[in-house]
T-cell receptor
Framework: GENVEQHPSTLSVQEGDSAVIKCTYSDSASNYFPWYKQELGKRPQLIID?????GEKKDQRIAVTLNKTAKHFSLHITETQPEDSAVYFC????????????FGKGTHLIIQP | NAGVTQTPKFRVLKTGQSMTLLCAQD?????MYWYRQDPGMGLRLIHY???????AKGEVPDGYNVSRLKKQNFLLGLESAAPSQTSVYFC???????????FGPGTRLTVL
């Protein structure tokens, strides 16, 4: 089955700096890669996703890049703000299919004022 | 439009007791999922369903049973709860052929 590795487990950055979280996946059949943000005690919230036919996607301060050959994808957050502090999860699946998501173990992002 | 809802929000059980968690969605989604979230482990898939009357095992199905008698509801049962099942349980749903899964608010279960 699919295996998703996520690094780092904790990331502390100064407010206004950029943050990068990286994930690798094992199953070359996976073609859908979402990123979720989870605040303490809340449900995961989708913040951005990408399909394997696209190399990069951007939404305001958030971007995701995908390298299918190397089987890795990354989340980039620019101009970080205090409200960006949360746990971020990457995931992979066969998009459009019935299979569930395989998640990474999460990155605790801390924005230092 | 409530989206995905879960009942109950919190529950404490003693070892050996049974209970059922209810997930309901009003988006007419075909696919529904149950995940558990443990500290440092991310979310892991327990069971899923592609439609009324169908269920399938996920990554960590042992100790759980599920049923999907109605399209809008997906039940997760623990027949004999164990401390290892202490976790936060999330339900999710999505359209057949779609990508995005929509998550419920979660149920925090403690087994003593």
């Amino acid at each position: 089955g699919e295996n998703v590795e996520q690094h780092p487990s904790t990331l502390s950055v100064q407010e206004g700096d950029s943050a990068v979280i990286k994930c690798t996946y094992s199953d070359s059949a996976s073609n859908y890669f979402p990123w979720y943000k989870q605040e303490l005690g809340k449900r995961p919230q989708l913040i951005i996703d990408i399909r394997s036919n696209v190399g990069e996607k951007k939404d305001q301060r958030i971007a995701v890049t995908l390298n299918k050959t190397a089987k890795h994808f990354s989340l980039h957050i620019t101009e970080t703000q205090p409200e960006d502090s949360a746990v971020y999860f990457c995931a992979a699946s066969l998009g459009g299919g019935a299979d569930g998501l395989t998640f990474g173990k999460g990155t605790h992002l801390i924005i230092q004022p | 439009n409530a989206g995905v809802t879960q009942t109950p929000k919190f529950r404490v059980l003693k070892t050996g007791q049974s209970m059922t968690l209810l997930c309901a969605q009003d988006m007419n989604h075909e696919y529904m999922y149950w995940y558990r979230q443990d500290p440092g482990m991310g979310l892991r898939l327990i069971h899923y369903s592609v439609g009324e009357g169908t269920t399938a095992k996920g990554e960590v199905p042992d100790g759980y049973n599920v049923s999907r008698l109605k399209k809008q509801n997906f039940l997760l049962g623990l027949e004999s709860a164990a401390p290892s099942q202490t976790s936060v349980y999330f339900c999710a749903s999505k359209l057949a052929g779609g990508d995005e899964q929509f998550f419920g608010p979660g149920t925090r279960l403690t087994v003593l």
